[in-house]
């Protein structure tokens, strides 16, 4: 059912709203209101001064009093009378004509292939649990292109290109459905538990291997980012399968396995940036062992075979430099200290009450294994270990020192990084290190069990750490990604053929256009007029800054005619300040006429949005 709308006449500029945080887009400038940069549109008629406005609250029900020169619902237009000097604005409730055939009109300015996702005939609501949310729209539509399109995209969307070549053939083959996908996601999830089996059983036998898969499987960040189509589950499965073969490498280092891990480290340079920490951390740590250690031969080896994957980046190379210069990450927050603490809490989904509680206990694990190591190391304190009933290593903890500082020293480089080059921080760039964490943790369950505390304490917190993260994890993957949905429903249940939708901030296109039919609507983004499926991020905070909104108006509403005016917005976006607020006043002062069919909703969706519908003048 679609929503009851708001009709409003020439109201009062509203105050803008506070700057929400803590996701994609959040504000950081803090901007004040100011007027409008740009007179009216010139084909507009001219507009009562601010004291001979029509009151602009909403239409009452008929039979009670409304708004003095304003015609309530029900009542004939002859009883409406307006006052004196005043002409009457007669207000209606848009209602959707009947359309025989959409006409082909203007589109979104580029000739969008045709899928087998192609939206629902119009007026259809689009239904489905969980759409699309925006990263996920734009890893689908520049997927989709062909292969030298896609490089160049890739260039203007600041990602490498290994997750996207794949996703290319896998919608090839099963199409571009939003569970297809997704499903694409979740098959390489699954593909990473017998990794993790293999890794633990590698490090500290079988029931190190048992703990790793379920502490894996049962992460909530794990379980979120099986459900989208991003490239973190690649992420991963690549970061398992790497830390497995540099194992085996120094266990026994052969040509096979050594070619597998540049292989391997190779295709993680390729899916994720912030492999290069992890590698860097790993290959810091081969070295020191290469010096010092007491398999210097076989580290040397190992350290050239990771070194070797770096062969499959150099190619790359110059799109990195050239999104290094131009894209970043304008809409993240900047990298701090904190950024270690804050990974760990989202490894452990402790934005739910289940999730904090697995947040202490991944804590407290990490705190038993560190206990364990340290008193089985110097002959001093054996004896008290034997007293807690650590009479023989822990197993897999001779590999835990080793696993916990390369995962610490990756968060240390990526937070110097960041500092150093203005690079922004986002959780789930993290999940180059998840899989020593979920090591670090099975490592510390082992050891409670072989305490003595016994089998059956180990057993209960392996349980815990199981029903405490399905549920935090949960909240992620039931939880609705965006409202884009519900707007393109009302959208295709109530817009015309020509009809003009404008979306600002263009992060807004890409979600909501995918559910729209092509060739039907003319749809335009603010400010750069691009085509919204896709977002090109070079310069994206010095295009903002230097927009003009009042222009940007003009040109929309020249554009638009006798059409109607939809716009999708929202505010607090980064770099973008009020400019999507000033945006929506302009168009309310140029077309009085309007309706806010969809609200935002910030507490259900995690990507939310408004949409404004604007009469012809």
Same mark, same amino acid.
């Given at each position: ?8 006449? +020439? ?18 400038? =803090? ?69 025989? =055939? ?20 119009? *007026? ?50 099963f199409g571009t459905g939003t569970w297809t996908v997704r499903s694409l996601a979740g098959l390489i999830s699954v593909l990473t538990l017998p990794a993790a089996w293999a890794l633990g059983r590698a490090l500290g036998g079988r029931r190190l291997a048992a703990a790793a898969v379920v502490v894996m499987a049962c992460n909530p960040f794990a379980l979120r980012y099986a459900t989208e189509n991003r490239m973190y589950s690649l992420v991963v499965l690549l970061t398992t399968v790497g830390a497995l073969l540099v194992v085996r490498c ?42 010092? &250690? ?50 760990? &809490? ?7 009450? /289940?999730?904090?509680? $697995? ?16 008193? %089985?190391?110097?002959? !001093? @304190? ?32 990526? %937070?110097?990084?960041?500092?150093? /080059? ?20 099975? %490592?510390? !369950? ?26 935090? *994890?949960? =909240? &992620?993957? $039931? ?21 003009? !939708? ?19 609507? @003319? ?23 230097? =927009?003009?909104? *009042? ?13 109607? +005016?939809? $716009? ?6 980064? @770099? ?21 069919? !969809? ?19």
């Open positions: 059912m679609v929503p009851p709308r708001r009709v409003h006449v +020439v109201p009062a500029p509203r105050a803008a709203p506070p700057d929400p945080s803590g996701r994609r887009g959040a504000a950081s400038v =803090a901007l004040s209101p100011s007027t409008l940069r740009s007179p009216l549109p010139m084909n507009e008629p001219e507009l009562p001064s601010s004291d001979d406005r029509l009151p602009g609250d909403p239409l009452a029900p008929s039979g009670t009093p409304g708004p003095t020169g304003v015609r309530k619902l029900g009542e004939s237009p002859d009883t409406a009378q307006p006052p004196d000097g005043r002409v009457a604005v007669a207000v209606r409730l848009f209602e959707p004509e009947p359309v025989d =055939a959409p006409a082909a009109a203007p589109t979104d300015g580029d000739s969008r292939a045709e899928t087998d996702t192609a939206a629902p005939p119009l *007026g259809r609501p689009v239904v489905g649990p969980c759409g699309l949310w925006l990263d996920e729209t734009l890893t689908v539509n520049i997927s989709k292109l062909p292969l030298p399109k896609l490089f160049d995209a890739l260039r203007h969307d600041g990602s490498p290109p290994a997750y996207y070549l794949l996703l290319h053939f896998w919608m090839r083959l120094l266990q026994r280092p052969t040509f096979v396995r050594m070619f597998l891990l540049g292989l391997a480290t190779g295709l993680l340079l390729l899916t994720h940036y912030w492999a290069l920490y992890v590698v860097a951390a790993a290959g810091s740590a081969l070295a020191l062992t290469a010096l010092w &250690g007491p398999v210097r031969g076989r580290a040397r080896a190992t350290l050239a075979a990771l070194c070797s994957g770096g062969l499959l980046f150099v190619p790359w190379v110059p799109s990195f430099l050239f999104q290094a210069a131009h894209t970043g990450t304008p809409w993240a927050t900047a990298a701090s200290p904190m950024m270690i603490i804050e990974a760990l &809490g989202e490894f452990a989904g402790w934005e739910q009450p /289940s999730g904090i509680a $697995l947040f202490v206990v991944f804590l407290a694990m990490m705190a038993v294994v560190a206990l364990a190591v340290i008193l %089985m190391a110097p002959r !001093i @304190t054996r004896p008290l270990a034997g007293v807690l009933g650590w009479r023989r290593p822990v197993p897999g903890s001779r590999w835990a020192t080793p696993v916990a500082g390369v995962a610490l020293l990756a968060m240390v480089y990526a %937070m110097v990084g960041g500092m150093l /080059s203005g690079a922004a921080f986002a959780y789930r760039y993290a999940s180059v290190v998840l899989p020593l964490v979920v090591l670090l943790v099975a %490592m510390g !369950i082992v050891a409670v069990s072989r305490s003595r505390l016994g089998l059956v304490t180990g057993a209960a917190t392996l349980v815990a750490v199981a029903v405490l993260g399905t549920t935090a *994890g949960a =909240a &992620g993957v $039931l939880g609705a990604r965006t409202q884009a949905t519900v707007v393109a429903a009302e959208i295709r249940a109530a817009a015309r053929p020509g009809d003009v !939708i404008a979306y600002c901030p263009d992060q807004l296109g890409p979600a909501v256009s995918r559910l729209l039919p092509d060739r039907v609507y @003319t749809q335009v983004t603010f400010p750069r007029w691009d085509p919204p499926d896709r977002i090109n991020w070079v310069d994206y905070a010095q295009v903002n800054g230097s =927009a003009n909104v *009042g222009v940007f108006a003009r040109e929309l509403l020249n554009l638009a005619g006798h059409h109607q +005016v939809w $716009l999708v917005w929202e505010a607090g976006y980064r @770099t973008l300040g009020f400019d999507c607020q000033e945006l929506r006043d302009t168009l309310e002062l140029a077309r009085p006429v309007y309706s806010e069919p !969809i609200q935002s909703d910030p507490g259900r969706y995690y990507e939310h949005e408004s949409l404004m519908r604007f009469a012809p003048a």
